[in-house]
Nanobody, 126 residues
Framework: QVQLVESGGGLVQAGGSLRLSCAAS????????MGWFRQAPGKERELVAA????????YCASSVKGRFTISRVNAKNTVFLQMNSLKPEDTAVYYC???????????????????WGQGTQVTVSS
């Protein structure tokens, strides 16, 4: 079992930055591939970024590539999403998620993730 708690959301002006954090419980965090998803009102949940166990393999959606960076510090059971050059269309609830333990590789669909945080709101004003 893994419990995930996101933090770092808030209100920011367009062009600004935020860093989201996801703290995970458990001693085997390093064996979970992780992802960040977002869901805007009236839209489906979408993958923003994903990262492998070691952090050596990452993925960012085309809509955020070059602006967002996913990273992790396994010693601190934490995964981060650094968001720069934010746009109003980035406004959404952002969720941290973990794949099943020892599932190798990145997950690209929400049904590949087993554990979810409660979400943190990110609002970008124009």
């Amino acid at each position: 079992q893994v419990q995930l708690v996101e933090s770092g959301g808030g209100l920011v002006q367009a062009g600004g930055s935020l860093r989201l954090s996801c703290a995970a419980s458990g001693r085997t965090f390093r064996t979970y591939a992780m992802g960040w998803f977002r869901q805007a009102p009236g839209k489906e949940r979408e993958l923003v970024a994903a990262i492998s166990w070691s952090g050596g393999d990452t993925y960012c959606a085309s809509s955020v590539k070059g602006r967002f960076t996913i990273s992790r510090v396994n010693a601190k059971n934490t995964v981060f999403l650094q968001m720069n050059s934010l746009k109003p269309e980035d406004t959404a609830v952002y969720y941290c998620a973990a794949r099943k333990e020892l599932d190798a590789g990145l997950g690209y669909r929400s049904n590949e993730y087993v554990y979810w945080g409660q979400g943190t709101q990110v609002t970008v004003s124009s």
